[in-house]
C-alpha cells in the first residue's frame, strides 16, 4: 500500500519560513520524481516545485513555479524516503494546503498533476500579514 505523508504546516507571520516533509512507503522512492503541488480556497490546485528521481536526468534537479523561485528550495533524502520543501520569506499569497506526489513516468519534471501516481492527503500552510 502506497502512503505519503506530509508533515511541517502551520500559521506563520509573513516572512517567516517552515519546512515541510514527505515521508513515502509501498514505493521504490529513488526511482520517482517528487513533486509540491499546492492549493488555495477558491482556486486550481497548482505546481510549485519537483526534485527529480535517480535513473532519469539528473538525479536531485529541480524546478520551480516562477513565483516561488529564489523562495523554495525542493530537496529529497532517499535514504529516508523524503522530500522536503523548505519554505523562505512567506507571503499571505503562499496560503493553501500544501500536497506532495511521485511520479514514476521516466519523463522529465513535469508541472501536469495527472502525470503523477500518487498523492499525499495535504498539509495546511497558512501566511499572516
Known amino acids: 500500500q502506497v502512503q505519503l505523508v506530509e508533515s511541517g504546516g502551520g500559521v506563520v507571520q509573513a516572512g517567516g519560513s517552515l519546512r515541510l516533509s514527505c515521508v513515502a512507503s509501498g514505493i521504490a522512492f529513488s526511482n520517482y520524481h517528487m513533486g509540491w503541488f499546492r492549493q488555495a480556497p477558491g482556486k486550481e490546485r497548482e505546481f510549485v516545485a519537483a526534485?527529480?528521481?535517480?535513473?532519469?536526468?539528473?538525479?536531485?534537479?529541480?524546478d520551480y513555479t516562477h513565483s516561488v523561485q529564489g523562495r523554495f528550495t525542493a530537496s529529497r533524502d532517499n535514504a529516508k524516503n523524503t522530500v522536503y520543501l523548505q519554505m523562505n520569506s512567506l507571503k499571505p499569497e503562499d496560503t493553501a494546503v500544501y500536497y506532495c506526489a511521485a511520479d514514476s513516468n521516466g519523463a522529465g519534471l513535469s508541472h501536469w498533476g495527472p502525470l503523477y501516481d500518487y498523492w499525499g492527503q495535504g498539509t495546511q500552510v497558512t501566511v499572516s500579514s
Open positions: 526534485v527529480s528521481g535517480s535513473g532519469v536526468g539528473s538525479d536531485g534537479s529541480t
